[in-house]
């Protein structure tokens, strides 16, 4: 598995360290660590660096930035080399969104690894703009780190039975998971809300039995989706229970997160409602900008 880094120096970097110490990877795991100078362009594409005069003053202040950025990833590659990866580092210039999505694509990389906000990002934002855009752009697997677990004992996992969270499954068990990690799968039922608004008759008793077979009827279809899941991951040794929840999808999975306090929910980039054009389905996006805990967002790498 090829992984990115991607690091800038704020508290989130430390997380990001710690989330891949805590997965426990294997050694064959290539790890490259990366940060960004940042050019911001201006109007006309104007950039800081194009306006300084050219010679020993411009290329002095661009050795110090990247002396500076190349300092900062030191202590956290000693630490990754310590846990026996194979590491590498990079420094770019440039939009730091554009350069980690470019390197994501061109080594094909399984998973990009990034803070949920970085040193520039308001408290407020639940999510900084460069995880956001690399969330929605990434051609690989997003991991939005948000805190930093010494261990990795509960994933959350949210499947709604479609090919991506089968992707999900897949990835998962190919990361691996630590052994001890507890997984806890869940899926979303809604139909029933849609059913509602449509019902065919005005009496009331008759709808409340249509609605009870319904719920009956889907939530039997859900555990079985959920025990053919549940029976991937304890093959593999892993603990693991069902959860069914209603309502809507991203409302109900981070609610039900709260409850459970996972250090991860992983969940595919899109469900059974994903449109092919769409490049992030509208739960991934409202479960990683408003859940409090990190995120694993699975997509299939692009060819």
Known sequence: MKIILALDGSGYSEMNVKMLKALRLPSTTEVIVMTVVPEITFLGGI???????KGSNRDKTRKEQENKASTMLREPVGTLRENG???????????PEEQIIKKASDIKADLVVIGAKGITNSPRFPLGSVAHKVMKYAPCSVMLVKEGPRNLRRVFFAT???KHSDKVTRFLLELPLPKQSQVTIATV???????????PTLDLET?????????????????????KTRKDFEEKGYKSSLWVLRGGPAESIISAANELNPE??????????GIEAFLLGSVAQRVARFSRYSVLIVRPPKK
């Open 85 to 95: 990866l194979k590491v590498e580092t990079q420094v770019c210039r440039g939009k």
């Open 189 to 199: 039922l809604e139909s029933h809300l849609a059913a509602l608004m449509k019902m």
């Open 47 to 53: 950039t800081l660096d194009s306006m300084m005069a």
């Open 160 to 162: 709604d039975g479609s």
């Open 207 to 227: 709808n409340r039995q249509i609605l009870a077979e319904l719920q009956a009827t889907e939530e039997n279809v859900a555990r079985d989706l959920m025990n």
């Open 264 to 273: 991860l929910i992983a969940l595919g980039a899109k469900g059974l409602t």
